[in-house]
């Protein structure tokens, strides 16, 4: 696939990052904050499910084999949609956002600079640490206004 595909694909992702947590937090008003993220986690599983069947070419058997540390994901998950449904309607999904995304890249820097979890490695820099910084000024400010 070209990479204008993948580019496109993750602008779409990043609408849809948008629109979760105010999707969950209606339906935590409803359910309950653990129990929205546990729908939303559900729905998720169950799609999921339904496409590895229908288009997966891997296998479930080589998760015996996986060290402990790769199975932590749907956990991280799990922590990151119940802490944004607890804090967009409270901060505002824009300063909720903010603060995940400058943080998300800067610990990105830190496992590139090191190549953490099997990561290529790229030092960390003057460039990338003044981007680091012009985005958790960005969070700041956002979360100010």
Do not use: C, E
């Not at 339904?50 to 996986?66: M, Q, R």
């Not at 300063?95 to 610990?107: E, F, G, N, V």
């Amino acid at each position: 696939m070209p990479d204008l595909f993948y580019f496109f694909l993750m602008l779409a992702s990043g609408v849809f990052v948008a629109l979760q947590p105010l999707i969950n937090a209606g339906l935590a008003t409803r359910v309950g904050v653990v129990q929205a993220a546990l729908v939303s986690f559900s729905v998720g599983t169950m799609t999921l499910a339904g496409v590895s069947l229908i288009y997966g070419h891997g296998s479930l058997k080589g998760i015996t084999g996986a060290p402990p540390w790769q199975l932590t994901g749907g956990l991280l998950g799990a922590f990151f949609v119940t802490a944004i449904i607890l804090a967009a309607p409270r901060i505002g999904t824009t300063a909720a956002l903010a603060a995940t995304i400058a943080s998300q890249l800067a610990a990105g820097a830190v496992l590139d600079h090191f190549g953490l979890l099997g990561g290529r490695q790229i030092p960390f820099d003057l460039w990338r640490g003044v981007g680091v910084a012009l985005l958790f000024a960005g969070a700041g400010l956002i979360l100010k206004g």
